[in-house]
């Protein structure tokens, strides 16, 4: 009985020990990280230092103009007529569509590019184009369209248009028993 006493009180003891070193081993890393530089996630002071995209091209100005038609119901058109951008610079338009009808009507919008060869480089990030729009009825939306355009785009190249056709999708048609 005594042996399992002592063999309890050592076992006591080492799990002590084991919580205590887990308790210090966090502070004793940062600490380590800290003398040796890495890791490091805020600068002495307490601030962060926010990175700076190195891949802007601020030598160059691109004016991008923007244009929207409508086939069918819609009033649909862009919030601003052109911007003039930087290569590599993120950048958002608007654009604002209204569903005149008084039904629930789905929606796609197309875009197309002038010149056409500028179209490799105008990289969208986020896009109402992606997929199908639903607007309820007499609904206005405003979508975005987040975007750069590729440093790589030709030098010659110093206006984009960025036009959307913006159609229904199905019609509108009322199914009956004989389709």
Known sequence: MSENKKLLGKLIIIA??????AYALNPFYRQICEALGINVLTQKDGTVALDQN????????VTIEFDGNAQGPWRFRPTQASMTVHPGELN???????????????????????????MPYFMKVECFCFKQQTLKPKEARQMPVVFYIDPKLPRDVKTITLSYTFFEVGGGLVKTAAN
Not at 16 to 21: D, E, I, L, N, Q
Not at 54 to 61: C, E, F, L, Y
Not at 92 to 116: D, G, K, L, W
């Open 92 to 118: 958002t338009v608007m654009y604002e569509v209204v569903n005149t009808q008084p039904r629930e009507m789905n929606a796609q919008a197309i875009p197309s590019y002038a010149p056409q060869n500028a």
């Open 54 to 61: 190195t891949q802007v091209d601020k030598s160059r100005n």
């Open 16 to 21: 002590t020990v084991m919580f205590g070193f």
